[in-house]
C-alpha cells in the first residue's frame, strides 16, 4: 500500500518501526505519527482506541521541546528517543518494564518521560521494547 505524502503533512519519513499490531512513523522534522491497535495506550494519543490512518502524536510540543530521533515498537509498549537523548515510552507498563510506575500494572496513554536516573544518569544510545509475555 502506498500512502500519499499528505498523509504526513508532505513531511519526508526518516523512521519507522511496527509492533504486533501497531505502527509508528517519525519524520525527518521529528513528528511522530501512529496507527493501529491502541488498546494500552501504546499509540500515544490519549486514549486506549484503534486507528485505521495515521495519527499526529506530536512533536517538540509534546516531547520536552525536542523532536523525536527514533521509537521501537513492541505488542503493547512504544518507546521513543528524542534528539537529546530523552526516552518518553506509551503503553503498557506490566510489572514497571518501562519504568514510568512503580506498581505491578499501569498504561500510558500519552508518551511519558522516563527520569534518566532510571538509567543511572547514562546517555541512552538505543532503545528496544521485547514482546509481551504472560507470566503464569
Known amino acids: 500500500m502506498h500512502l500519499p505524502a499528505a ?3 508532505g513531511e519526508v519519513v526518516s523512521f519507522m518501526d511496527a509492533g504486533a499490531r501497531h505502527s509508528m512513523v517519525v519524520t525527518d ?3 511522530l505519527w501512529a496507527c493501529g491497535y491502541g488498546s494500552q495506550g501504546q499509540l500515544g494519543l490519549g486514549d486506549a482506541q484503534c486507528y485505521r490512518e495515521m495519527q499526529r502524536v506530536g512533536g517538540k510540543e ?5 523532536p523525536v530521533l527514533s521509537i521501537h515498537c513492541s505488542n503493547s509498549q512504544s518507546l521513543i528517543v528524542t534528539h537529546d537523548d530523552s ?3 506509551c503503553g503498557w507498563d506490566v510489572y514497571a518494564t518501562l519504568g514510568t510506575h512503580d506498581g505491578p500494572v499501569g498504561s500510558n496513554l ?3 518521560w522516563i527520569d534518566p536516573a532510571r538509567f543511572d544518569n547514562n546517555t541512552v544510545v538505543v532503545v528496544c521494547a ?3 509475555t504472560r507470566l503464569p
Open 7 to 9: 498523509t504526513f503533512g
Open 62 to 66: 509534546n516531547f520536552g521541546g525536542q
Open 110 to 112: 500519552v508518551p511519558v
Open 130 to 132: 521485547a514482546p509481551n
Open 29 to 31: 522534522t521529528g513528528v
Open 87 to 89: 526516552v518518553w515510552a
